[in-house]
């Protein structure tokens, strides 16, 4: 966590981050003509960034290179978490940051960058080395307000939270304790949660959940945390649903454990981003009214765990026959997918680490998406990716991949062939919604083993920066 403060002056003390445009700018930080010229070679050198030492103190510039918007908040995000290693190196607690640039998405962008990029997992470690000491950022100049840092700093501290969630081992994060969690967001942030336990899963009739937990030494919940503000600009609501699975060993349909099991902890990572989102947009208090639904369970080989031939009669009376254990992640969110048809949503998301086959198809550079909402839906989605660099890609999601979760003994069953595999998933929830749906598939991005700039190691927070810019541009409609 950072304290970020808005500072009507800079001091000629503190270590210094600097935002330019342009070379000449330097002039105006006070340096020695000698010393403006060196870091404006080094700049030439380097690209966009230049780190110096001036009278005892850390000055790091980054100047704005021309190119896409897009491209050029990145770039100044990556600018953040270089300066927050340099900073973090020299075990400084307190920076400020000069824009000169007078662009204030630049240097909220380069803030982001320098949060994000502080960010380590470190609850169950007992030496305290190698702990960021920056602690606080005063940011000076007019473009960047301090509503905008505020909402800034409610964004980075949700996608951390949502990060926390993922890093969490199972072993401290079952499906009773996320939704302890979830509470406490709540209090924190002023929605409502409320969490069904397993009699009521069970009463409900959520053959999905309940099967998948079957294997499980511990319960299932089901938790259903909604903003409702008075000033929505939405009659009905938005609804997230996030794939709750605290740890999957794909059930006696057994994944292999290197590359593949030893991360599966972070199979709960959909569930994380709807949370985080919500958290940040009831800090903010957005006029959107949000209903986050998360389906939680463990998915073992263990008791009397389901398998491959069962048939399940879900939520929606639809039935399912198993072919594969370890496709559990669809079986859990058409539940939840089918409980919100009660509230007529204007817009059904679902946000999970669905498949291997959405990854292999476009990497970790982002995430997959489909559904059957409306193209204006998805170029906003494409627009508010490319806003927060979460982007996202279109599948198709053509007629001919219902055919491919055609069942003979069934009315679906839960596995298509070995080709189209992130569609059909999409096609078998699409299945139990009548509400413009899309899906989100983050498998690729949502658990990094080696960093990416301020994408730390670990859980990444994926999908909470994206779907609160979506649900922000629905606010300013």
């Known amino acids: 966590m950072i304290d970020i403060v808005k500072a009507a002056r800079p001091s000629a003390t503190r270590d210094t981050l600097v935002l330019v445009d342009r070379t000449a700018q330097l002039k105006e930080l006070g340096l020695e003509t000698k ?26 510039v980054h100047r704005v290179a021309e190119g896409a918007r897009g491209r050029q908040l990145e770039q100044a995000r990556r600018a953040g978490d270089r300066m927050a290693a340099q900073l973090n190196e020299a075990r400084v607690e307190e920076a400020q940051l000069i824009d000169l640039h007078g ?26 080395k190698g702990a960021p000491t920056l602690a606080k950022l005063h940011v000076t100049g007019k473009a960047a307000s301090a509503a905008q840092l505020a909402e800034l700093a409610d964004v ?17 994060l079952n499906a009773v304790q996320l939704a302890a969690e979830f509470r406490t967001m709540g ?61 999957d060993t794909g059930g006696l349909s057994l994944k292999p454990t290197p590359n593949s099991m030893d991360q599966m902890k972070c199979d709960m990572a959909g569930a994380a981003a709807v949370a985080g989102a919500l958290f940040a947009i009831a800090r903010q208090a957005l006029p959107v009214r949000v209903v986050a639904l998360v389906p939680s369970t463990d998915n073992r080989p263990g008791g009397n765990a389901y398998v491959p031939g069962d048939v399940l ?20 969110l ?66 001919e991949y219902d055919k491919e979760i055609d069942s003979e003994v069934a009315d ?21 919604t009548t509400r413009p749906f899309v899906h989100i598939d983050i498998a690729g991005p949502a658990f990094l083993t080696r960093r990416d700039a301020y994408r730390t190691c670990g859980g990444t927070g994926v999908g909470v920066r994206l779907l609160y810019e979506l649900i922000k541009r629905r606010a300013q409609d």
């Open 313 to 332: 009669r879900m939520h929606s009376g639809l039935t399912v026959e198993v072919l594969n254990t370890d496709a559990e992640g669809r079986l859990v």
């Open 334 to 399: 058409a539940d939840a997918i089918s409980y919100a048809e009660r509230y007529k949503a204007e817009l059904l998301v679902t946000v999970a680490t669905l498949t291997g086959a959405a990854m292999r198809a476009i990497g970790r550079y982002g995430s997959a998406v489909m559904g059957t909402a409306g193209d204006p839906v998805f170029q906003r989605l494409e627009e508010a990716g490319e806003q927060v660099h979460e982007r996202v890609a279109r599948l198709p999601f053509w007629e």
């Open 187 to 247: 209090r924190n942030a002023g929605f409502k949660v409320q969490v069904l336990n397993k009699a009521q899963i069970e009463a409900m009739g959520m053959g999905g959940l309940v099967a998948v937990n079957k294997g499980s030494p511990d319960p299932p919940t089901f938790t259903v945390m909604e903003w409702a503000p008075r000033d929505a600009v939405n009659k009905a609501p938005i609804v997230l649903v996030g794939k709750g699975v605290v740890y």
């Open 156 to 172: 980075c501290t949700a996608t951390c939270m949502a990060r926390d969630l993922v890093n969490e081992p199972v072993s401290f």
């Open 103 to 128: 662009d204030a998405g630049t240097a909220l962008a380069m803030v982001e960058g320098l949060w994000l990029g502080n960010y380590v997992f470190r609850r169950y470690k007992t030496d305290p």
């Open 35 to 60: 010393e403006q010229a060196r870091m404006a070679a080094l700049l030439e050198k380097e690209g966009t960034c230049a780190t110096g030492r001036h009278k005892g103190r850390w000055l790091l």
């Open 412 to 432: 679906i069953k839960n596995l298509g062939s070995d080709l189209g595999g992130a569609q059909t998933a999409g096609k078998f929830l699409a299945r139990f």
